[in-house]
């Protein structure tokens, strides 16, 4: 059976439905983590730190999903990625990091999906490679 074998039903989408943790190319720019950050950027990041990828217990930060942080007259602007552009977790995972960033102390937040460059498991930082392997999953 192939993939030709759904077209024109429910199964023609060809967005991956789960993670691939295979290596990618390492970008200079990422893991992008914080580091430096300061006042209430800095709170933001920490409040980052406590958003976990809903299928493990992993910080997104340190899954290397966040692409930057900026805070501009009260006003929290992340931009990140998520694994793999079909992420039946979508939703939940922008609801948590606005969130989290509110309870950082901003007045509002804005959270803006980027999907380049794509997440690779390169941009996984040393402690979520470490977290993933206590997980069950070898990276």
């Known amino acids: 059976m192939s993939a030709d074998d759904f077209e024109g039903n429910e199964f023609e989408s060809e967005a991956c439905a789960y993670t691939d943790y295979t290596s990618g190319e390492a970008h200079e720019q990422y893991p992008k ?14 409040a980052l730190y406590e958003v976990e990828d809903p299928e493990m217990p992993v910080s997104i ?3 290397g999903l966040i692409y930057g942080v900026e805070v501009a007259d009260d006003v929290a602007r992340v931009e990140m990625t998520l694994t793999y552009t079909g992420c039946p977790a979508r939703d939940m995972i922008l609801n948590d990091v606005r969130c989290a960033a509110l309870a950082a102390g901003v007045a509002d937040a804005e ?13 996984v930082t040393e402690r979520g490679k470490e977290d993933l392997r206590e997980f069950g999953l070898s990276v």
Do not use: C, K
Not at 33 to 43: C, F, I, K, N
Not at 111 to 123: A, G
């Open 33 to 46: 983590t914080g580091g430096g950050a300061t006042g209430v950027e800095r709170d933001v990041w920490d």
């Open 111 to 123: 959270v803006t999906l980027r999907y380049s460059p794509p997440w690779n498991v390169e941009m």
């Open 61 to 63: 930060v340190d899954l």
